[in-house]
């Protein structure tokens, strides 16, 4: 293979790692929703930080739809720091396999 090939080779694999990137993070972007008590929210880690340091047991919280949905503070940031990790584990895993077949 000459130098040119090669070149472009190394090209266009840095190229298909950068485009399946972000690919793999707007699926896992789509992957930080979470249903709870008939409302649908993006769990992120603002949402997380919120909902730990309200006071009240209950609160509201207007989801992606932007409708007001009662939760139960505890269960509701239980629920959305497991899913949160879940979905990071994965984003991690999936993302160190992209960057060993750039590596190949």
Same mark, same amino acid.
């Given at each position: 293979m000459s130098e040119a090939?090669? %070149?472009v080779e190394q090209i266009k694999l840095s190229t298909?790692? $950068?485009?399946? =990137? #972000? #690919?793999?993070?707007? =699926? +896992?972007l789509t992957d930080l929703h979470l249903t709870y008590n008939g409302g649908l929210f993006k769990i992120?880690?603002? %949402? +997380?930080?919120?909902a730990a340091t309200w006071p009240d047991d209950n609160m509201f919280l207007e989801d992606v739809y932007q409708n007001p949905i009662e939760l139960k503070r505890a269960e509701f %940031? =239980? $629920?959305?720091? $497991?899913?949160y990790q879940k979905v990071m584990n994965t984003?991690?895993?999936?993302h160190a396999e992209l960057k060993k077949l750039r590596k190949l």
């Open positions: 090939e090669i %070149l298909d790692f $950068q485009t399946n =990137k #972000i #690919i793999l993070r707007e =699926k +896992i992120t880690p603002e %949402l +997380i930080a919120f %940031l =239980k $629920q959305a720091q $497991q899913h984003w991690h895993c999936e």
